[in-house]
C-alpha cells in the first residue's frame, strides 16, 4: 500500500488561497458580453437553453481554477509516496560479513536463532536481497559487499513499520565512525570475533567526602552496572578524602594490563599524585554555572572522539553541543589524569544524569584497548544494539512535485483555453 | 460591375454628398439611359429648330443674337414622384461587431444616393423620416436642390425612440397616397404590427411600395459562441442567452419571422428587398434597382 505523505504539512496553509477564486465566483458573476440589437424577440425566443451552458462551464471552470490551486498547496506541501513497497512487522537483516566470520562458532549460530524468531522476516542485506531462512549460516552472498549502502538504499525504497534490526560485523565504534545518517532508525546486533583477549578487570576507588556521598554512590552502582553488562571483573571501593591511601590494593597475581586501577575523586581540593593509579579522575561541579545543555547521543557518540589540544589547558577529550569542554586531559608521563569540568554524580540535567553515560565513563576508565577487548562480548549484549535516529523527515518517500507540476500544466492549458473559447468564438 | 467599393473604404468618407457621387456614378455608368429631355421648368440646352417643332419653343432673344432658330430645351418633369421614407426608430443603430457602420449610417447613404439617382432622372423626390420622438418631412421638390434638401434632413435625423404608430401619422399620410413610388428604408423590426400597419395605410392602388430592409451581418449570421447579453435598443430589455446553444434557434426564429414579413407584405403587393449593410453599397444599389427594373420590364 502506498501511502502520501506531506513532507511539509504547514504548506497546506496555501489552501486559504482557495477562497479566491471561489469568492471572485460568488461574487462577480460572468453576465455575458452585451451585445446592443434590434429586435429582442428573436432572441427571446431563442433562449430555451441560455443559462445551462454558460453556468456550466463557469462550474468547469471554477472546479479548475481551485484544482490548480490545491495541487499548488500540496506541492508547497510537499506531497510524497511512501516507499515502493511495504514490509509490515519486524525485519532481520544479516550481512553478508556477519555470516562469513560466524563460521560454526555456536554463539553466532544462537545470535541468529534468536534474532530470526524475533523477526517477522528476514533477508540477506546483499544485492537482490534474498530472503534469509536458515539460521545455519550458509552466506549465498559475497562478503566484503558495503552493507551501509545497501541498507541505506533498503531503508530509502521500502517501508518498514516494524522495528529493523541488523546483523553486522564490526565494533560500535568503527560503526560509529563511519555512519551516516540513515533514514530510519535501526537497532544494530554488533559482534566482532576474534581471537578471545583476556577480560581485563578494573578497581575504582572513589574519594569522597561527606557532603558527596550520594554521588559517589550513583557514581559506583553505575559503572558496577556497565560493567557487568560486559562481564567485566569490577571492584568498587569508597573511601573518605583522609583515609583512602589506606585503602590496600587489589587482589594480585594479574598482569599489569589486564587490571587498571583508577581513583575517581570526589573530594576537595586539587587531584592527588597518586602514582600507583593507572588513571585520576576528578571533577570540578560548577553550580552557579550556566549550562549549556549536553547530549550525550547514541552510544558511541562522534563525541567522544578526542578534540585538538587547547594551548596550555590539557587536552579537551569531550565537549558539549556548544563546544565548551567537558572534559580535560592534563599530560602527566603515563599516567591518565582527567578532570571532568561538571559535576560527576548525581546532575539529572547534565551529561552525568544521561542513560548512556556510565557506559562512556567506563570507557574512559578502562582505556581504548581494555575497552575493544571488552566489546568482544558485544554480540550477547542487549546494550550494545545501536539504535541511530534518522534524520528528520527522511521517511522513505518518492517524491510527487514532478507529476504535480505536470497536472498543473495540464490543468492551467485546459483552464486558458476554456476561459478563452467564448471570446474567440465572439470574435469571429 | 464586378468591383465594388468596400464599405469600409465607404464608411470612412464622411462626405455623404460624395459618397452618393461616387456610388451613384459609378453605377449610372454604362446602364444609365441619358436624361429625357422636353418641356420643362429646369433649363437643359439649346437645340437647333426642326421643322415640327412647335414655334412657340423658339428662343427669339436667342434669334436676335444669333440670327438662327433655336429650341429651349427643358427636362422633362417626371409623372411620378418618389418619397423617400426612413425609419429612425432606435433599433436602426444596430451595428455588427467587426462592421464598418450601423444600419442608420448605411441607410442614410443609401438614401443619399438614391435621392442622388432620382434627382438626376429628374424624378420629384420627397422626404420622410419617422421615429416616435421627431418626423421631419421635406415636401416633393425636384433638381439639385432638393437633394441638397435631402441631404440636410439626412444631417439632421438621429435614430431614438420607436417606429410611430400609424394615428402618429395621419398628417403625413395623404400626402404620402399620391401617385408615385414610396421607399421605405427600415430594418422592418416591429414591436406591434406599426411598420405593417403604415404600409397597409400607405399602399394604395395608384401607389406603389418598395420596401429595403437594412440587416446586418451579426443579426444574419448569429456568430456569438459564449454567454451573451442581448438588449434591445428600443426597449432595453435583456437576454442572456448561451451562443453556442441559441444559435439553432436564433436562426429558425430570424428565418421565420423573415418569412412572415415577406408574406405580408406580399400579401399587400409590397415588395421586400434585404440588403446586408457589411456588404459593398453600390452592389446592393445594382440588385435593388435591377430586380426594380425587371419587375417593371415584366
New interface residues.
Partial sequence: MNLLVLLTPLGLLAMAALAVPLLIHLFSRSRGRRVLVGNIALYRQARRQRVTEPRLVQWLLLALRLALLALAALLLAGLARQGLETLPGDTLYVTPDWAARAGDDGAFVTQAEESLAAADQAFWLAPGYPTFTDATLSPNASAGTDSWTGLAERLATVRHEGQVTVLAVGDAAAFAARAPALPREVRWLLSEPGPAAPLPSIEVTLVTTPQRHGDAAVIGAALQAAAHHRALDIAVRTATQDRWQAIPGGSTGQEPGHRIRALVWLADGDLPDAAAMDIVLGDSPRPGARRTPAVLPDYPGARFLAAPAAPGNGRVTWRDDAGAALLVRDANGDQRRYRYLDRLGVDPDGLAGQASFPDALLRLLLGETAWSAATAHAAADPSFAVARPGAAGALPHRPLAPWLALAMALLFGLERWLSERPRRGAAR | MERFIDPRTLARVRDMPLVARTVADGFMHGIQPSHQRGVGIEFSQYRAYEPGDDPSRIDWKLYARSDRYFVREAERESEIAIWFVFDCSA????RS?QGAWS?FDYARHLLATLAYLAVGQGDLVGFLSLSSEERHFLPPGTGDRQWHRVLRELHRVQPGGRFPDTPQLESHMARLQVPGLVILVS?F?QSADEIHAFVRRVSTTHNEVAGLQLLCD??LAF?????????????G??????????????L???AA?QDRLVRSLGLLDVRLDTVNVDQPMDQAMYAFLERRRKRLDA
Fill in positions: 433599433s436602426m443603430a444596430q461587431d444600419r430594418d423590426h451579426d443579426e456568430p456569438y459562441d459564449g454567454p451573451t447579453r442581448f438588449e434591445d435598443l428600443e426597449t430589455e435583456t437576454v442572456l442567452v448561451s451562443g453556442r446553444a441559441a444559435r439553432e434557434g436564433y429558425a426564429a430570424q419571422y
